[in-house]
C-alpha cells in the first residue's frame, strides 16, 4: 500500500480498489511467523469444530490429530480464532510458536457469475439474497459483491455493512444473458441424431456413410468444437477472476471466504482430473502444459486458494436441476434424442462435481439442489467467526507435485470440516510470472501477499519520481548465496484505461553478506520514475518475488500537473 506522506503522496482511491479496507487494516507480517523457502513449506489449516452447530470453544492442541497422506504430523503452530463485535483477536495456545497477534475482521466476498447464469436464476438468487438481507438492520460483518464477467471482474459494491447497500448493488444489474452463449445449432444437432439413430444399423462401415449423414456430421463437429471452444474459454475467464480474489487475500491472516454464485461451470478440464483415492474419496491430479507461455490455470487456481487460505462456497441458483426439462425446446417439432438427454445429464454431473471439488478443496460447502439460498448465505457467513488454525511443516522430501490429502481428528464427538488437501505444483517458473504480473495490472483489487509502501517525490527533472520502501519481511533472499529476484512495475492509465506510460525492471542479483544483513534490517528503497505529460491518470503499482511468487499491488490516482 502507499501512505500519505506529503502533498504529492498516492492515496487509495476507493472507487478504484475494492480492498481499500483490507489493506490498511493488513499490519506487516512478523518475523517469527514461518515463511515458504527452497527447503521447507508452511501449511495452514483452517478447521471448523461445531457440535449441534454451535462452535465448540476451549480445546487444546492436544485434542487434535493432523495427518498427511495418512501419516501423522506434528502440529507446529495452533490457534483459536474468534470474531465478535468487542474483539479481533486470535489467541494463541500455551507453547505456539506464533505470537496473540489482530486478525481483521471477517472476511467475506460474494462473487456473482455473470458468465454462466441465466437472468432467471440471477434473479432467484436475488429474491433469495434480499430475504437474508432483511433478518438484520446490520450484517454482522463487511461484505463485499462484485461480479465475474467475460471482461473480467466488475466491483459492484464495496465492503460495507449496509444491507441496503448491497442489495441497491445486486438490483444494478443489467439484464443482459449470459456471455456463455451456446450458439450450437441444434438443427444441426437434431438432423444427426436422426440420421445417426435411423442409419446406424443400416450401416456396415464409414464407406457406407451417404453424403447427406457426412455432410451434417460434419457440421456437428464443428458445432461441437465451437461448443468446446466457448465453455473452455468461460472456464478459464472465471478461474483468472477466482485467482485475483485470492491473490487480494493472501496477505490478510487467518480464513478468508468466497461465496460463489451462479448456474455453474466445469471447473474441471483435461488436464485436471479427478482420481479415485484407495478409500474411495476423490483427490484433484493434475498435469503441467509444456512450453514457456502455456500455464494449467485450472491447477494453478487450485493452489492460489489453498496458499491464499480462501474456503469456497459454490451456490447453484438452478434450484432443482430436471435435465429432461433442460432438453426440451418448444421451438423444435422432433422428440430430443437420447444423445441430448445424456449430454445435459453429463454437464448437470460436471458442474455438481465442480461444485463439490472446489468447495472440499478449499474447506468451503457447497449448496446446490436447494430451495433455501437464503440459508446458504447465513450459513457461509457464520462460518469464520469461530474457528482452530493448525499449522504445520511440510518437509523437502514430502513436497512432491500433486495433490497432498489432509486429515483431521478429534478426540470428541464433534462435526469438523476443513479443506481435504492442498496441491503442490511446479509451474513453468516464466509463464507463472507473466500470469501473476498480467492479471494484478488489471485487476482493480490490491494484491496483498507483498506488503509495501510508497510517495511521489518532489519534481525533479523529467517524469513523475516515485520512492517504494520494500520492508524486511517482504523480501526473500536465499540465506546460501544471498540471491534475490524480483520485479517493479509502474502502469498508468488515463480516463477510459488507455495505457498513458510504463516502466518496469528486473532485478535478481547475488549479495554480498554487508548488503544482506542490511536489507534485513532495513529493506529495500526503490527509486525510479514513470514519464507522463500533464493529466490525470491512474497507476498500478506491482512487486513480485519471483523466489516465492508473492506478489504486492496498488492502484492510485495521480495528476501531473
Known sequence: MLHNRSTHSLKFSAALVLLTALSFCQAPEPQSLPRFTSGTNYVEVPVIVQRSGKHVAGLSKDAFTLKQDGKAVPIATFQEVHHDAATTTA?????????????????????????????????????????????????????????????????????TTEPGQLLSAMHQLDGDQP?????????????????????????????????????????????????????????????????????????????????????????????????????GSQGLQYSVEN?????????????????????????????????????????????????????????????????????????????????????CVREAVEDDRDYYLLGFYLSKKDDKPGWHKIDVALNQKASLRYREGFLIAKFNAEAQRKNDISLALKSPFAYTALPFT?????????????????????????????????????????????????????????????????????GIDYKNKIDLPAGEYAVWFVIRDNLTGRTGSAVVPLKVE
Not at 94 to 106: D, K, L, N, R, T
Not at 466 to 474: C, H, K, M, R, T
Open 454 to 522: 510508497g510517495h511521489f517525490l518532489p519534481g525533479q527533472g523529467s517524469g513523475s519520481r516515485f520512492e517504494l520502501q520494500i520492508p524486511p519481511q517482504s523480501v526473500t533472499l536465499e540465506p546460501q548465496d544471498g540471491h534475490m529476484d524480483f520485479d517493479v512495475i509502474a502502469v498508468a492509465r488515463a480516463a477510459g484505461g488507455k495505457e498513458a506510460g510504463h516502466m518496469n525492471q528486473h532485478i535478481e542479483r547475488k549479495l554480498p553478506a554487508e548488503a544482506v544483513g542490511e536489507i534485513k534490517t532495513t
Open 291 to 375: 512450453g514457456p507461455e502455456t500455464l494449467n490455470q485450472a491447477a494453478y487456481t487450485w493452489k492460489v486458494l489453498n496458499d491464499a487460505n480462501v474456503a469456497v462456497y459454490p451456490i447453484d441458483t438452478r434450484r432443482t436441476v430436471n435435465t429432461a426439462f433442460q432438453t426440451m425446446d418448444v421451438t423444435h417439432v422432433n422428440t430430443p434424442s437420447a444423445l441430448s438427454f445424456e449430454q445435459n445429464q453429463q454437464t448437470d454431473r460436471d458442474i455438481l462435481t465442480s461444485f463439490k471439488m472446489i468447495a472440499a478443496a478449499t474447506g468451503g460447502k457447497p449448496c446446490f439442489y436447494r430451495t433455501d439460498l437464503d440459508n
Open 91 to 159: 489467541s494463541a495456545a500455551p507453547g505456539s510458536a506464533v505470537p496473540e497477534q489482530v486478525v481483521p475482521p471477517q472476511i467475506t466476498i460474494i462473487a456473482l457469475d455473470m458468465v454462466n447464469t441465466p437472468n432467471l436464476d440471477r434473479a432467484y438468487f436475488t429474491q433469495e439474497f434480499e430475504r437474508w438481507l432483511s433478518k438484520s438492520a446490520k450484517l454482522p460483518q463487511p461484505i463485499g459483491l462484485v461480479a465475474i464477467e467475460r471482461g473480467g471482474v466488475h466491483i459492484l459494491r464495496e465492503f
Open 179 to 279: 456471455t456463455n452463449h451456446n450458439n450450437a445449432n441444434h438443427e444441426v444437432r437434431e438432423l444427426s441424431d436422426q440420421l445417426i439413430s435411423n442409419q446406424q444399423s443400416q450401416l456396415a462401415n464409414a464407406a457406407d456413410v451417404g453424403p447427406t449423414l457426412a455432410q451434417t456430421l460434419m457440421l456437428r463437429s464443428a458445432d461441437e468444437s465451437m461448443v468446446r471452444f466457448q465453455d473452455r474459454s468461460s472456464r478459464i475467464d472465471t478461474q483468472l477472476v477466482i485467482q485475483q480474489l485470492a491473490q487480494a487475500l493472501k496477505g490478510i491472516p487467518g480464513r478468508k471466504s468466497l461465496l460463489l454464485v451462479g448456474s455453474g461451470f466445469k471447473f474441471i478440464d483435461s488436464t485436471t482430473v479427478l482420481k479415485t483415492i484407495t478409500d
